[in-house]
C-alpha cells in the first residue's frame, strides 16, 4: 500500500479522527507524531514524520464528516427535559444460581418503596449490575450478602433523557455523538442505561454540572 493508502485506512477506522480532520480541527504535526509508530508497523519500513504531514494534508479535502451528527443534534434537540438524580451506589456481582432469587426479593422490595428512588438492573453473562439510590443500597447489601461482590461504587449520579416519540425521523449514531461530546469534555461514563423511550447516563457525582450544560447546549443549540 502507498503513503496515502495507509493513513487513509487508519483515519477511516477512527471517527474522532475523520471529524476533526473534516472540522480542520486537528494539528498535523501531532497527529503526524501519533501516527508514525502504526505507520512504520502498517508498512514495515521507516516512514518520515514530514511525509505524513504533507500526505495528509493532500488527502484533508477528501475527508467529509458523516451526517449523522446533524441528524442527531436534530433528534436529541426533540428530546424531553433532562432528569438529573445524585446520590447513587453502584453494585456488580458475579452471576450465580442464587442471584435470581436475590434479585426477586429486591424488586418485591422495589415495588413497595414509596419517595423518589432510583433504581435500575441488567444482567449480563457474568455479572449483574445494579445501580440504586444511596439511601436502598443497605437494602442491597443486605440481600446480596452470600452472593459475590466485584465492585462497589459510590457518590455517582445519573443524568436522564426521554426520547422523542412523537418525532418520526431515526438517528443513526445519536448515542454516538453523545458520548463522544461527553468522551471530548473528559467525563468518565460510569454506566450507560437505555429503554425503548429513555436513557440514562451514569456520571461521578462531581461530573453533573458539566454534563448537564453539555446535555442541554446539545439539546437547545
Known amino acids: 500500500m ?23 480541527i486537528v494539528n498535523y504535526s501531532a497527529l503526524a507524531r501519533k501516527l508514525n509508530p502504526e505507520i512504520n508497523e502498517l508498512m514495515q519500513k521507516e516512514v518520515q514524520e514530514g ?14 464528516a458523516s451526517g449523522m451528527e446533524d441528524q442527531a443534534k436534530e433528534y436529541i434537540r426533540h428530546m424531553g427535559d433532562i432528569l438529573v438524580r445524585s446520590d447513587l451506589v453502584d453494585f456488580a456481582y458475579k452471576n450465580s444460581p ?8 429486591l424488586l418485591e422490595l422495589v415495588q413497595n418503596v414509596t419517595g ?3 433504581h435500575a438492573s ?14 436502598f443500597a443497605p437494602k442491597v447489601k443486605e440481600l446480596f450478602d452470600e452472593e459475590e461482590k466485584l465492585t462497589e461504587i459510590q457518590d455517582l449520579a445519573a443524568v436522564t ?6 418525532y418520526d425521523k431515526d ?18 461514563v460510569v454506566e450507560f442505561i437505555s429503554t425503548k423511550h429513555e436513557f440514562s447516563i451514569v456520571i461521578e457525582k462531581g461530573e453533573i454540572n458539566k454534563t448537564f450544560n453539555l446535555l442541554h447546549n446539545m439539546k437547545n443549540g
Not at 442464587?98 to 426479593?105: E, N
Not at 454516538?176 to 461527553?182: D, E, G, R, S, V
Request: aromatic share 6%; with cysteine.
Open 116 to 118: 423518589d428512588l432510583f
Open 98 to 105: 442464587t442471584l435470581i432469587g436475590c434479585q426477586k426479593q
Open 2 to 24: 502507498t503513503l496515502a493508502e495507509t493513513i487513509s485506512d487508519i483515519i477511516n477506522k477512527s471517527p474522532f479522527l475523520q471529524e476533526g480532520i473534516a472540522e480542520g
Open 122 to 135: 441488567s444482567k449480563g453473562m457474568h455479572e449483574t449490575n445494579i445501580i440504586t439510590s444511596k439511601s
Open 161 to 166: 433523557m426521554r426520547m422523542p416519540m412523537s
Open 171 to 188: 438517528a443513526p449514531g445519536v448515542f454516538y455523538f453523545i458520548l463522544k461530546t461527553l468522551a471530548w469534555n473528559k467525563i468518565n
Open 51 to 64: 511525509a505524513i504531514v504533507m500526505a495528509l494534508k493532500r488527502m484533508a479535502h477528501k475527508v467529509e
